[in-house]
């Protein structure tokens, strides 16, 4: 049973910084495309961040600069997020996807990914 479990969210004043977890479970993802999405109300999921096992990572522009995302093994995912912005309130997502490159042209498309956490829920004010 795949299982992938996020943490981390919260509520935080502008300015401030946050850092989400994603524990996996169920299958050791050692080749996967491990990635952070986000999806706010009535906004379609947008892709954040990604990463191969080698540690080649991909940002979207909302992400570069403030995000940093990285990966412990094959079962530990992070997002480390600082100077949030009220625009970032969403629940934030972490994925995985057993095809997509991760480097290339669609590792931010949320159809490329197979595997689901629940989400955790930013909320910056």
């Known amino acids: 049973h795949v299982q992938l479990v996020e943490s981390g969210g919260g509520s935080v004043q502008a300015g401030g910084s946050l850092t989400l977890s994603c524990s996996v479970s169920g299958v050791t993802f050692s080749s996967a495309c491990l990635g952070w999405f986000r999806q706010a109300p009535k906004k379609e999921r947008e892709g954040l961040a990604a990463i191969n096992r080698d540690g080649r990572v991909s940002y979207a522009d909302s992400a570069k600069g403030r995000f940093t995302i990285s990966r412990v093994n094959a079962k530990n995912l992070y997002l480390q997020m600082n100077r949030l912005e009220p625009e970032d309130t969403a629940m934030y997502y972490c994925?995985?996807?057993?095809?997509?490159?991760?480097?290339?042209?669609?590792?931010?498309?949320?159809?490329?990914?197979?595997?689901w956490g629940q989400g955790t829920q930013v909320t910056v004010s």
């Open positions: 994925a995985a996807s057993l095809g997509v490159i991760c480097y290339g042209g669609s590792w931010g498309n949320p159809y490329e990914y197979d595997y």
